[in-house]
């Protein structure tokens, strides 16, 4: 694209890992992916909210399967760019997924603390089966034994925003991911409301 044509970067990215036209072809494939695993069958999407919004609705557009949707939301990172603590379920489910297929979808695997948690919660719910798909991996990041079933993009352990991904709610609505440019990890200055 020539570079008149090429929409300028947010100003708060240091770089763009991938571009909005980039993440739309890997979802489509990434849907492809699903659908072999589950051939036509019924199966529950559970969505963990609210980093996995942008996501979760594009891929979901993409598979022609009868799906459900439900949403879980765990606590976030607050202003933070690493992972602390533990994290903890602040809603969990509203339908029954007893003897149902389910797809947890998140953003990001990092630490694996998250998907572990919820997993966990997943499973002890009886399900008839239980598979997980993140958009992007830090695999260098993990600190408990987990993988994820279906992984869009492995990334490096660099703190990444847009596409649904936030520093501190903002910049969800971007519509590629970069990284946010380090003097820019902070809301100091920033108009509350
Ligand atoms: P984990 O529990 O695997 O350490 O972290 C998973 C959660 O941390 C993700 O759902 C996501 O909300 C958040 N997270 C991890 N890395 C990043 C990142 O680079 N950018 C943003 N915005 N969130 C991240
Ligand atoms: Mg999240």
Wanted: charged share 25%; net charge neutral; aromatic share 6%.
């Amino acid at each position: 694209m020539p570079n008149a044509m090429r929409p300028a970067m947010h100003p708060d990215l240091a770089e763009v890992l991938f571009s909005g036209e980039q993440i739309q072809r890997r979802v489509r494939s990434l849907a492809g992916e699903i659908k072999a695993a589950y051939g036509d069958g019924e199966f529950t999407i559970v969505s963990l909210i609210n980093g996995a919004v942008m996501f979760t609705a594009d891929l979901m557009r993409e598979i022609d399967n009868p799906v459900r949707l439900d949403c879980i939301r765990v606590s976030s990172y607050g202003h933070q760019t690493k992972s602390i603590g533990t994290p903890q379920i602040v809603h969990s489910l509203t339908l029954d997924i007893r003897q149902r297929h389910v797809l947890l979808i998140d953003d990001i695997l990092d630490t694996g603390k998250t998907l572990q948690l919820v997993s966990r919660l997943i499973q002890d719910l009886s399900p008839a089966s239980l598979r997980t798909c993140v958009l992007l991996d830090k695999k260098g990041r993990r600190e408990v034994p987990i993988e994820a079933n279906f992984v869009g993009f492995e990334i490096p352990d660099k703190f990444v925003i847009g596409y649904g991904l936030d520093f501190a709610e903002r910049y969800r609505n971007l519509p590629c991911i970069g990284v946010l440019r380090p003097d820019r990890q902070t809301t100091a200055g920033w108009v509350s409301g």
